[in-house]
């Protein structure tokens, strides 16, 4: 796994935009997989700052969302839909009939999960799947005892994550108690995954994510076996990491972003 540690929250996002907005370059028909939460916000204000300011254009790029809450409609403030659009998709040239998120209101939600994944197979694969990490080291809302294998599917929140997402309900009774999620498998199949993790409350479960035994009970730690990682951190989220030193000596010098070591 590739690991930079950034010295603040901003540069960590505008790192992790970058990457982005170099493969959106390189390859203007990407699939992108994209991620909600706090942490990606300024990443997607980086990106909208590079499609205003130097035409990074998003008019090919495909996308698919991580998860959407089960039950929320769409036009609800709090879905994965209408946070997408407030932070990305409204400020860019994206072809919304190429964004896909999950329904969180689907009728026949093993239909809906099954067709989520042929929908990603037919574009051919995400390119790059952008991830947080919950404070349980949830990816996507791959609870602590996914299956490591597992599929895009409905998956009951644990009390943390619905602890967590409190702050943006207004109250832990407000938040949905289940999500549809791509699950550990489907990410892992992504060609890349770029896992942005910032602040201090992170670093105990980024610590064990990057560094700790393989486990379903921190699904973010099935990402070390995938071949092509970057996790980009904020200096308050890399302060637990027992090999920060070599990661920075790893980096120091590293003139081509391209050019990593896996
Ligand atoms: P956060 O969420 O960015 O709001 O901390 C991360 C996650 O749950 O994946």
Same mark, same amino acid.
């Given at each position: 796994m590739r690991v930079i540690i950034r010295n603040d929250a901003a540069s960590a996002c505008i790192s992790a935009a970058r990457i982005i907005a170099a493969l959106v370059k390189r390859k203007p028909t990407a699939v992108l997989g994209l991620a909600t939460g706090g942490t990606p916000v300024v990443c997607y204000q980086e990106l909208i700052r590079l499609h205003q300011q130097e035409s990074l254009d998003f008019s090919q790029v495909t996308t698919f969302n991580l998860d959407e809450y089960l039950?929320?409609?769409? =036009?609800?403030?709090? !879905?994965f839909y209408s946070f997408m659009h407030r932070h990305f998709f409204d400020y860019i040239n994206i072809d919304l009939s190429r964004v896909n998120l999950p329904d969180g209101l689907a009728a026949d939600l093993p239909n809906a999960c099954d067709q989520y994944e042929q929908k990603i197979v037919a574009a051919g694969g995400i390119d790059l799947q952008l991830l947080g990490i919950g404070?349980?080291?949830?990816?996507?809302?791959? =609870?602590?005892?996914? !299956?490591?294998?597992?599929?895009?599917r409905v998956k009951t929140l644990c009390t943390e994550t619905i602890r967590d997402n409190a702050r943006f309900f207004g109250s832990e009774a407000a938040v949905p108690k289940r999500s549809i999620t791509m699950g550990v498998g489907t990410i892992l199949d992504a060609r890349s995954c770029l896992l942005l993790v910032t602040g201090a409350n992170k670093a105990a479960t980024i610590r064990s994510a990057i560094e700790g035994p393989i486990t379903s009970q921190n699904t973010a730690t099935a990402l070390q076996m995938h071949p092509a990682v970057t996790a980009i951190l904020d200096e308050a989220a890399a302060s637990w990491l027992g090999r920060r030193d070599y990661y920075l000596q790893s980096e120091s010098g590293m003139s081509n972003p391209d050019h990593w070591q896996a």
């Open positions: 039950g929320l409609p769409r =036009e609800h403030s709090e !879905s404070s349980n080291g949830h990816i996507g809302f791959n =609870e602590p005892g996914s !299956s490591l294998a597992s599929r895009t």
